[in-house]
């Protein structure tokens, strides 16, 4: 089966560094996308990781571990805009880019 | 290209009634994804098609829903009949490399 964990909400200060964790498992698995949603918007692509290790676009960063099942987004030098639900993807061979619930970033003055 | 587009934006419908979405995805891709999402169970996958097959269609929750994709640029999702506890944003996707899909701006969806 396939299974998605990351925290629900998440509250950080303007300018700040935030991480936002994801595990997962999943058959077949081939990588890692991370998805940005601001409110009554769609899902945006950020990130997609296939290999272990950091990527960086950005003040975004999106880490792999796969012999962890493991991931995490890192945002820098936060903003307000920044302000948006965050998802963490796994894709895997016939079942690509199942999303959760998400987390919800506030980014506070 | 104008990104993936989704008609109608907003639906309003009675209960028992039939609702058709639509989608066209962004020309060149192969891979098109319909969600449904709801603040109680979020981003959630109904069917994935690659080069207009259905390949996993087990989110679809019951057979009330349908989904077509009879050519690359045109796909519907279908709800027949359509109840309240469908009400939801869904989202059409097109992909055409791993991981990266770009999504339309959602049909909400509102069951009276």
Known sequence: ???????????????????????????????????????GGAP?????????????????????SRSDSYGYLLLQELQM????????????????????????????? | DAGVIQSPRHEVTEMGQEVTLRCKPISGHNSLFWYRQTMMRGLELLIYFNNNVPIDDSGMPEDRFSAKMPNASFSTLKIQPSEPRDSAVYFCASSFREGEAFFGQGTRLTVV
């Open chain 1, 81 to 109: 805009k920044d302000s948006a639900s965050y998802f963490c993807a796994p894709n895997s061979g016939n079942t690509p880019l199942v999303f959760g619930k998400g987390t919800r970033l506030s980014v506070i003055a």
């Open chain 1, 44 to 64: 945006t692509f950020l990130s997609y990781n296939a290999l272990d290790g950091l990527e960086e676009t950005g003040r975004f960063s999106s880490f792999l």
């Open chain 1, 1 to 39: 089966g396939q299974s998605l964990e990351q925290p629900s909400e998440v509250t950080a200060v303007e300018g700040a560094i935030v991480q936002i964790n994801c595990t997962y498992q999943t058959s077949g698995f081939y990588g890692l996308s991370w998805y940005q949603q601001h409110d």
